[in-house]
């Protein structure tokens, strides 16, 4: 069984950062391609970031490019996403999802586990 667990969300004002964490249990983790989804209220869950299995290749949705990146530490099964410049739009409940195919895919239903959520929260 495969278990994801974000933490790091929070409030924060315009233009400040945060790092959410991922942590997934399971001795395949160096083999998953890793993604996070966003969802606002009322809104559909969107595509944020992926990375491949390696970290050597990453897909970022056009909304957030140049300001985040996602990162991952397969020694500590752990995939990260760091978040500058942060706009009150970026609020949302972040997921955390892992595919066991490694390539890049924006797609949600290509996702095979997913967390339970982490709230972002950004003051205007």
């Known amino acids: 069984q495969v278990q994801l667990v974000e933490s790091g969300g929070g409030l924060v004002q315009a233009g400040g950062s945060l790092r959410l964490s991922c942590a997934v249990s399971?001795?395949?983790?160096?083999?998953?391609?890793m993604g996070w989804f966003r969802q606002a209220p009322g809104k559909e869950r969107e595509f944020v970031v992926a990375i491949n299995w390696s970290g050597t290749s990453t897909y970022y949705a056009d909304s957030v490019k140049g300001r985040f990146t996602i990162s991952r530490d397969n020694a500590k099964n752990t995939v990260y996403l760091q978040m500058n410049s942060l706009k009150p739009e970026d609020t949302a409940v972040y997921y955390c999802a892992a595919k066991s195919t490694s390539a890049v895919i924006a797609i949600s239903s290509r996702y095979d586990y997913w967390g339970q959520g982490t709230q972002v929260t950004v003051s205007s």
């Open positions: 399971g001795r395949t983790f160096r083999s998953y391609a």
